[in-house]
């Protein structure tokens, strides 16, 4: 496959990923939030703080008056087309990237894709105010998640559909962990435990799993390491595993390339440790140093498969 | 509906008054004006025969159900990407390709003549190319002027010498097609270097059939969705000596590209890799493409660029669209590019007063679609003719496509007359004139009712050892009421284009 149309692909996953974590993660808040609107004890701001951090934001959104934060939230998160990880940017850079390597994907990958971006280039922060910010957020996750099956009834399973998958299941366990990072369980834990479940579709599963009545905690070392919670970051990263064993046919546990190393070493720590062993220094300081692993992998990928300087000769 | 009869036909719009329908449709009254050969109406406002089915079935659909699936179909059009991008406008502007639901029809015997007119002229065109960029006989024999040849832009003088694969250098064309007052077809320019438009021949059967089924009710209509795996096959024949199994790619110069879309659904639909210059890479005269698992050899490059864009080292050194040492891999035989470089020279609209010269020279034959009337400007007396009346002509930069650079001396103001009789004057070797024609008319559907626009007709040629015309041909419609000029740059349309089987 071109290294290019790897590339796309990847970026394609991610962003499309990204667009529904974003969006999942606001819809949630949004409707846990309404819980919290009169009360001045700062519980409100702070939710919205962690919003803003799972998105990788660094901006505080100033505590003028209540509900400001979450306008605030959503017109950075959802609509600013200057801050690369809002969702409107999330989809442009997909579907861009989709335009690039419109040969390669199926029509009706591409008229979901193409559909996604008309429908949400179509709104405002004002639109999705009047709809009800959680019924256009909800159809930014169904879009999302179409676009998802569609992609695996229509794409030929070969190299196209696992860069795709490469993509998509980084940003999943990328996003999974900036969502651990962010978390405040401490302040109060069965809220934000819940949050945290519901933020990865996992409440439900969650309590279905466990035999007994569940701690906050064990929510957390649920969305860390339940081996078929989709979005845990151990699920997300055996996809991952799969997708670039599938490229490099490589065998599984063994590793060829960059990559394959340093995820192979990940998945190691979350198959052989316990939750108490991984959370020992803290949740969050756990999650971040996830967060700084998932970024240097996604450079190992990059460097292995689309480097920017041109393969040279000894490649031949 | 019941099957009609010979002479029980749905009586048409008449020509005059135009109150009574063809369908839930109005006709335009501009109809009864009209002098031009219609399509669809004959001068007494009944139907052509081949067109009295069609007309029956859409006069059995309310009107409003009929703009509700017009509707439909441009929405499907805008989600499936069927765009163009306008490069006059806002960077990055893309519009749907505007789409007119009523049918151009073609008979059998029509589209027979048209396919031996277009099989004779493409073997000349490709033999014309061969020679001058080997024997030069035409020249030497003074039937086309030496210097009208070198000093064409598009004449290459890098090509000279060079052999290419099969002696193929027009393995695709589109020659335009138009209908004059009798209906009789002439050709109006031939495109013999990328010539785009078929994707809105293959999106236009797909989104009619899925919008208006009915209409194909009664009809035989060739199917067109064949092209790509016969373009396939003329590509895979054209590879370098040697090479059983091709590799094949489209090479497009990528996503702001007007073309883009068709790009990509060429790629898609032949299973072959599409590529922008950053993915090719030469190494010692052979071409590759960078993969991620390494470098893959490229045999035939199916290119959507421009001559000029394709390779830095030869042409436009500042252009980062082409292939470095793509030219030297070209020349040594390594690649086959599809076209091959240097056939602008073929269409440059100073040559096509000579390609009925070019048909005798080449095939001792007699041209079996003729030319229109065309004035040389270098010719002294041609020219004044032109200047003195150009109110009568249209005027076209032999360096210019997509109806830029011309004048439509009938509806140009004053200015624009004077600009251009300076313009002539100055630079005749660039401007031909021909006196304005009257296209055809096919019946559009404006504002809900039924308007004559005028149409071309592209069909493509494909050239492998022999030259063969896919029954895949695009109808181009001035969408704009008196508008001469089809191309989608100033505001044409397209109809999907049935050719009946025999």
Known sequence: MLSRVAESLFWLGRNVERAESIARILEVSYTRAMDLYSRDDGRYERLWRSVMQCGGFVAEPKPSAPGLAAHEALAHCVFDRGNSNSIVSAIHVARTNALGIRAELTTELWVVINVLYLSVEGQSLRSALREGPARFLRRVCESTQALAGVADATLSHGDVWRFLQAGRFLERAFMTARMLQAIEVEHEPWHESQRLLEMCCASEPFVHDMRFVPEPRDALAFIALAPDCPRSLRFSFRELGNALHGISDNREGTFGTEPERRLGKLCARLDFASADELFAPGVNIFARATVAEIVALSGDVETAYFPRLPIGIGNL | ?502
């Open chain 2, 1 to 502: 509906m019941p099957r009609l009869r010979r002479n029980d036909r749905p009586r048409a719009a008449p020509a005059t008054g135009g109150r009574t329908h063809a369908s839930g449709l109005g006709v335009d009254p501009a109809y009864a004006r009209a002098t031009q050969y219609d399509e669809l109406f004959l001068p007494d406002g009944s139907p052509r025969e081949h067109y009295a089915q069609l007309m029956a079935t859409l006069a059995a659909l309310p009107r409003d159900e009929i703009l509700a699936r017009v509707q439909s179909i441009n929405t499907m059009l805008l989600q499936r990407g069927v765009t163009f991008t306008v490069y006059a406008e806002a960077s990055g502007t893309e519009r749907v390709f505007p789409f007119d639901i009523i049918p151009r029809i073609l008979t059998t015997a029509e589209w027979d003549r048209i396919d031996r007119g277009i099989v004779q002229r493409v073997r000349a065109l490709n033999a014309f190319l061969h020679d001058v960029y080997h024997d030069e006989r035409i020249l030497r024999e003074r039937r086309i002027p030496r210097e009208i040849v070198y000093s064409s832009k598009s004449f290459c003088a890098e090509m000279i010498g060079v052999d290419v694969a099969g002696d193929v250098y027009v393995h695709v064309s589109g020659i335009d097609l138009i209908r004059d007052e009798n209906g009789t077809f002439l050709v109006l320019e031939d495109n013999c270097r990328s010539p785009s438009g078929i994707s809105y021949v293959l999106e236009n059967r797909t989104v009619l059939k899925r919008g208006f089924p009915d209409v194909f009710r009664n009809y035989e209509v060739c199917p067109v969705d064949d092209y790509p795996s016969r373009l396939l096959r003329v590509l895979r024949h054209c590879a370098p000596a040697g090479v059983s199994q091709p590799n094949v790619v489209v090479l497009t110069p990528g996503i702001h590209n007007s073309a883009y879309f068709e790009h990509t659904l060429l790629a898609r639909r032949m299973g072959v890799e599409l590529v922008e210059g950053r993915d090719l890479i030469v190494v010692d005269n052979v071409a590759y493409v960078r993969t991620t698992h390494g470098l893959e050899r490229v045999d035939v490059i199916y290119r959507r660029i421009d001559d000029d864009y394709l390779d830095p080292l030869y042409f436009h050194s500042e252009s980062t669209l082409g292939v470095t040492g793509l030219m030297n891999a070209y020349r040594a035989g390594k690649v086959t590019l599809a076209n091959a470089i240097g056939t602008g020279v073929a269409d440059d609209k100073a040559l096509y007063p000579y390609v009925p010269e070019m048909i005798r020279f080449y095939l001792g034959e007699t041209p079996l679609l003729e030319n229109v009337l065309t004035f040389d400007c270098t010719n002294d007396v041609q020219r004044r003719h032109v200047l003195d009346n150009l109110d009568k002509f249209v005027v076209k930069n032999v360096n210019a496509s997509g109806g830029y650079g011309m004048l439509m001396g009938a509806f140009a103001s004053a200015a624009e007359r004077t600009l251009f009789a300076a313009l002539v004057a100055e630079r005749p070797r660039d401007f031909i004139a021909q006196p304005t024609i009257q296209l055809s008319s096919a019946p559009t559907l404006i504002d809900g009712r039924l308007s004559p626009r005028r149409v071309d007709l592209r069909p493509f040629a494909l050239l492998s050892d022999s030259v063969e015309v896919p029954r895949a041909a695009l109808t181009r419609v001035a969408l704009r009421e008196d508008s001469l000029v089809v191309n989608s740059s100033q505001g044409g349309g397209s109809k999907d284009t049935w050719v009946l089987q025999a």
